[in-house]
Each structure stands twice: as C-alpha cells, then as structure tokens.
T-cell receptor, first 113, second 112 residues
Framework: KAGVTQTPRYLIKTRGQQVTLSCSPI?????VSWYQQTPGQGLQFLFE???????NKGNFPGRFSGRQFSNSRSEMNVSTLELGDSALYLC????????????FGPGTRLTVT | SQKIEQNSEALNIQEGKTATLTCNYT??????LQWYRQDPGRGPVFLLL?????KEKRKERLKVTFDTTLKQSLFHITASQPADSATYLC???????????FGDGTTLTVKP
C-alpha cells in the first residue's frame, strides 16, 4: 500500500497570509489526524477527522481549521499566519478504531517570515 | 493536566546492548500506549501499540511493557545496532490512536 502523502513538502509564507496543506491517507484508512511539531513544544495534536466529521480537536486557536473529503483526503488551513506558526505539520492516518497505531506522512515544513 | 515524561532526552549505549527507554504519565488513564521512531526531518514511524489490559508486547527485537498501576511503559531494544539510533516517542490515547498525546521523546544513539 502507498503511504501517507502530504503536499507541499515545504512552504514559505508571510505573516498575515493564509495557507492550505493537503494530506492523502493510506487507502482504507478513515481517520486523519493533524499534528504540529516544533522544537519547543514537541508534537501537539491539532484535530482528527473521521468519515468527514471532526471527531477530536486540540487546544489551538480558531485560525487552525480542517476538513475531510469523502475519499478521506484531508486539508488543513491556517489563516492570518503568525511567526509562531512556523513548524513541521504532520498528517497521520489510521483505521480509526484504535486497534492499530497511526501512520505519519513526511510532513509539510512551514516557515512564516 | 495530562503529562507524559520520557526518562531522558538522550541515551547513549554500545552496540549489542539492550536499550531501555521509559515513559511515565500522570493525570491520564490511557486505553492505548504507542511507541514511535522518528528520524531527523521525517515523520514518526509507528512501532508498537499496547492496550491497557496487556502487560507486554513483542515485535522482533522490540519489547514494550505497560504498567497502569505505576503509570509507566518501558520500551526495550535488544541487540541494539547503530541503525537503531533515532528519537523514540511515547504516545497515549484514550478512545483511539487518532487523538494521541505525545511525549517529548528520547534520542537514542547506539555506538559501534
């Protein structure tokens, strides 16, 4: 099976702009989760989508949003970018039932200047 | 608040020895505990998942134990190799792995 893919891999944006990141999960996986990873905060959970519905949400401001399509592909959007949003954004897919772990993509490296 | 502590930021061992990494947690009753490996610049790779009613799980040279009374998991790599050098992350989840809380990781270096 093909792994989790994320596009783009690298992105440079300016403060105040918005950005959309994309994630294609492993075929058959219905759960897609998004995480932010920074050197200071580690891996922080953003949200999880399951069958097109947001099932869980982390403690991030409303500027961070996402959605999932009927084919399980997911997008994450960050509006009004701040310097502190510079991070590696990781997408992970899983079966959604908890019996197995998550399979991560390579991440999108976002730099906000 | 929920807190996950992984024993040390860095662990150095000699090739062939057993590496033991610790994950302690507080204010949490996880149903699942997972271990991941992460190499620089890459996404984490899932290694093992253990449920709260399981005491131990093995996969090749890897062994995980889960003590819900001590609120601790131990992760062992036997016959370690330089290729095992990486950061190892512990993660906890309640209902499903899709919403996991991660520790900060332990960076393991195996010296030849």
């Amino acid at each position: 099976k093909a792994g989790v893919t994320q596009t783009p891999r690298y992105l440079i944006k300016t403060r105040g702009q918005q950005v959309t990141l994309s994630c294609s999960p492993i075929s058959g996986h219905r759960s897609v989760s998004w995480y932010q990873q920074t050197p200071g905060q580690g891996l922080q959970f953003l949200f999880e989508y399951f069958s097109e519905t947001q099932r869980n949400k982390g403690n991030f401001p409303g500027r961070f949003s996402g959605r999932q399509f009927s084919n399980s592909r997911s997008e994450m959007n960050v509006s009004t970018l701040e310097l502190g949003d510079s991070a590696l954004y990781l997408c992970a897919s899983s079966s959604g039932t908890g019996t197995l772990g998550q399979y991560f993509g390579p991440g999108t490296r976002l730099t906000v200047t | 608040s929920q807190k996950i502590e992984q024993n040390s930021e860095a662990l150095n061992i000699q090739e062939g020895k057993t590496a033991t990494l610790t994950c302690n947690y507080t204010n949490y009753s996880p149903a699942y505990l997972q271990w991941y490996r992460q190499d620089p610049g890459r996404g984490p790779v899932f290694l093992l998942l253990i449920r709260e009613n399981e005491k131990e799980k093995r996969k090749e040279r890897l062994k995980v134990t889960f003590d819900t009374t001590l609120k601790q998991s131990l992760f062992h790599i036997t016959a370690s190799q330089p290729a095992d050098s990486a950061t190892y992350l512990c993660a906890l989840a309640n209902t499903n792995a899709g919403k996991s809380t991660f520790g900060d990781g332990t960076t393991l270096t195996v010296k030849p």
